[in-house]
C-alpha cells in the first residue's frame, strides 16, 4: 500500500506591507493625539511644583516678618565713605529667609560681617561660594535653564566696581512701579506711593519700613515675590536672546543670592514681537508689557509657563496671572501703599 501525499500546506498568517503602514499611520496619529496631552499634564505638574515653591517663600518671608517685625529688605548695600569697597556690608533678601525655608545651616556659614563680594578678598570667599549653592525651592522646573546654573554678576556698569557669582534663582521681588509702565499704568493720576513691600537700604534706597502694617492696599491685594526667569540667558518671549545677553546679563539679578535680585522696579518692557535680533539695543526701550514679553530685570515678570506667570501674596496664597494682564491691575498688585486696590479673583 503506498501513503496518500497531500499536496497542500499551511500558509504562515502574516501582515502584508500595506497593512502595516496602515498600522504605523494609526499609532503615529494616537502618538500625535496624545503627545500634546502628556506635555499639558507634565507642564501642570512643573506649574504646580513653581507654585509651591513660591508658596514655601511666601510662608518663609511671613514667618521673618512674625520675627523680626518686619519684612527682610529686598536687599542693601552700605560702603562707608562712598568708595570704602572693603568696609562694605549687604546681602538680598534670599539670604535673609534661609532659615525659615529649612536652611539654617547655610545661613549659619554666611558671615554677617561681609557681602559676597569678590573685592574684598579672603574675608568674603566663603560668603561667595556659599550663595553658588544651587537651591531647588528657588528653580522653577519650566525653566529651560540646569537647577545647577551659576549666575556671574558685575555691578560695574551700574557704578559699583563689584562682582560675584550666584546659583540661578527665577523669583524676584517686585520693589515698585517706574517709567513707561507707571505711566501707562496710572495716566497721569502719578500722586501716591508707587514702593511695594520689599524695600532698599543704603545710599541707593529711602530707608522704608517693611512692617505688615504699611501694606494699606491690604495683604491680599499686594505681592511680594514674583516669577522672573534667572540664571545667565536672557530671552524675549520664550527665544533667547544671544546679543541681549552680552549686554545685560552680568546686572540681571539672575541669582537667589545676588543683590541685584531685590532691585526690580518694573518699568515695562517691549512685547516679544518687537524684537530685532539685528538691532537688539532697541529692545531695551521701556513699553508697556509687564509679563512674559522678557526676563530682563525691571521690564517685566516672565516665566515658561503657557500664558502668564506665577506670584506670591502678601496673604500667603499663590496666584496666576495672564499675559494680557492690564498694566493698571499689575501696577496696582505691585504697590503697597498707594491706594488703587485691585482684588484678585480667588
Given amino acids: 500500500m503506498s501513503r496518500a501525499i497531500v499536496s497542500g500546506s499551511r500558509r504562515r498568517a502574516a501582515f502584508t506591507l500595506v497593512e502595516l503602514l496602515v498600522v504605523i499611520a494609526i499609532i503615529g496619529i494616537l502618538v500625535g493625539l496624545l503627545l500634546p496631552a502628556v506635555q499639558a499634564a507634565r507642564e501642570a505638574a512643573r506649574r504646580m511644583q513653581c507654585s ?28 562707608p565713605g ?11 533678601w534670599g539670604i535673609a529667609v534661609l532659615p525659615f525655608i529649612e536652611q539654617t545651616n547655610l545661613f549659619n556659614q554666611f558671615d554677617q560681617r561681609y557681602p559676597a ?5 579672603p574675608i568674603a570667599q566663603a560668603n561667595v561660594e ?3 549653592s544651587p537651591l531647588g525651592f528657588f528653580n522653577c522646573p519650566s525653566a529651560p535653564h540646569a537647577p545647577t546654573e551659576i549666575y556671574e554678576g558685575d555691578a560695574s556698569g ?3 566696581p563689584v562682582t560675584w557669582e550666584a546659583a540661578a534663582s527665577d523669583y524676584i521681588a517686585t520693589t515698585g512701579v517706574r517709567g513707561v509702565f507707571a505711566n501707562i499704568a496710572y495716566s497721569g493720576s502719578q500722586g501716591g506711593s508707587r514702593h511695594g513691600v520689599l524695600q532698599v537700604h543704603g545710599p541707593f534706597g529711602n530707608n522704608r519700613q517693611g512692617k505688615i502694617g504699611s501694606i494699606t492696599d491690604g495683604t491680599s491685594n499686594t505681592f511680594l515675590v514674583g516669577e522672573r526667569t534667572g540664571g545667565a540667558q536672557i530671552y524675549v518671549g520664550t527665544t533667547p536672546a544671544g546679543a541681549l545677553s552680552q549686554l545685560l546679563t552680568s546686572t540681571n539679578g539672575g541669582g537667589w ?10 518699568s515695562g518692557g517691549l512685547y516679544a514681537n518687537s524684537y530685532d535680533p539685528t538691532n537688539p539695543a532697541a529692545y531695551l526701550q521701556e ?7 522678557t526676563n530682563i530685570r525691571g521690564r517685566s515678570f516672565h516665566s515658561f509657563h503657557t500664558g502668564g506667570a506665577q506670584f506670591a501674596l502678601g496673604d500667603g496664597s499663590v496666584h496666576f496671572l495672564s499675559a494680557n494682564t492690564e498694566a493698571f491691575i499689575i501696577a496696582s498688585m505691585i ?3 498707594k491706594g488703587e486696590v485691585f482684588v484678585l479673583p480667588q
Fill in 82 to 92: 562712598g568708595n570704602n569697597i572693603a568696609a562694605a556690608n549687604g546681602r538680598s
Fill in 130 to 132: 556659599l550663595i553658588k
Fill in 335 to 337: 504697590t503697597r501703599e
Fill in 257 to 266: 543670592g545676588d543683590l541685584l535680585n531685590g532691585e526690580n522696579w518694573i
Fill in 287 to 293: 513699553g508697556p508689557c509687564g509679563i512674559n514679553c
Fill in 52 to 79: 509651591n515653591n513660591l508658596k514655601q517663600i511666601g510662608l518663609a518671608l511671613h514667618n521673618y516678618e512674625s520675627a523680626f517685625k518686619t519684612f527682610p529688605m529686598a536687599w542693601w548695600l552700605d560702603i
Fill in 117 to 121: 563680594l569678590r573685592e574684598l578678598g
Fill in 158 to 160: 551700574a557704578g559699583l
